[in-house]
């Protein structure tokens, strides 16, 4: 394995607060990996640490062999950045947004002309390079923050929840993008999304409270750190009678309701018995387990409670 990305114990202090705490990772060359957590974990501080933004308070980081304590300067040259909000010049057109980007990393016109051209016909925007930002959807402009984190051909991609507010059409292109890039470079994202990671990523880590909780590839999660067995019942009659019950058996983990359908985490396989022997058959419409998802590995790593 080739490394692309390599963080040695790394720790962010704030104060009293300790953003990242020991935090070790490599990732290989030419793969998409995916950084999880939820809001407070610490993703964006390594990702800040990553793209030299702000240096850590112990530990060392390296980027394709550069180190973000000293070669700060060669590590932007050779990265590109899709931030969480879309920070385009709404003053400028679409191409005059990537030429500006293409100046600023020292591109001749010769080069960045060309390269301006095909990306604008990559993302599909090759018809409104002459129009402001401010005139396109929030897909559109998703799209020309990613052609511009591309015009100098980088070798790292850091995607900082890169589909965040769009629609699901859009999130769909940018994913099929964003897999077309995997054979050029190394592609480092930050997610809320988890059926976006499951389609995504080659490999994933799960962090919280700035310590990387489990790493593997979505099936090896699923497999290793979801115990939990998962019903769905549906109900003929008397599901909000059924809720109440069922929601008070200790043997049911959690309980959520759509409809006439009841989504039962269980403890163990004795706790599906428990379960039905508290429903008349005549109520029951049918029930079947379904395997645990990307989302049920993240909730039992990281807990149910709304973090601020």
Known sequence: MTTSISLHNISKQYGPIRAVDGFSLEVARGTIFGLLGPNGAGKTTLINILTTLIRPTSGEAFVEGHSTLTQAKSIRSIIGVVPQLNNLDRYLTARENLVLHARMHGMAPSAYNRRIDELLELTGLSGRRNDFPDTFSGGMQRRLVVARA???????????EPT?????????????????LKEKMTIFLTTHYMDEADSLCDRIVIMDHGKALVDGTVDSLKA?????LIYHVRFSSG???????????????????SGERLRLTLRDEKSLQAVLDRIESGDLRDICRSEP????????????????
């Open 150 to 160: 591309l015009l100098h051909n980088p070798l790292v991609l850091f995607l900082d």
């Open 239 to 257: 599901v909000d009678r059924y809720e109440e019950i069922l929601r008070s058996l200790p043997s049911v983990l959690s309980l959520e309701r």
């Open 164 to 180: 965040t507010g769009l629609d699901p059409q859009s999130r769909r292109a940018v994913w099929e993008y964003i897999k077309g």
């Open 293 to 308: 998802s990307l989302e049920d590995v993240f909730l039992e790593l990281t807990g149910r409670g709304v973090r601020e």
């Open 224 to 228: 290793q750190n979801s115990r939990a």
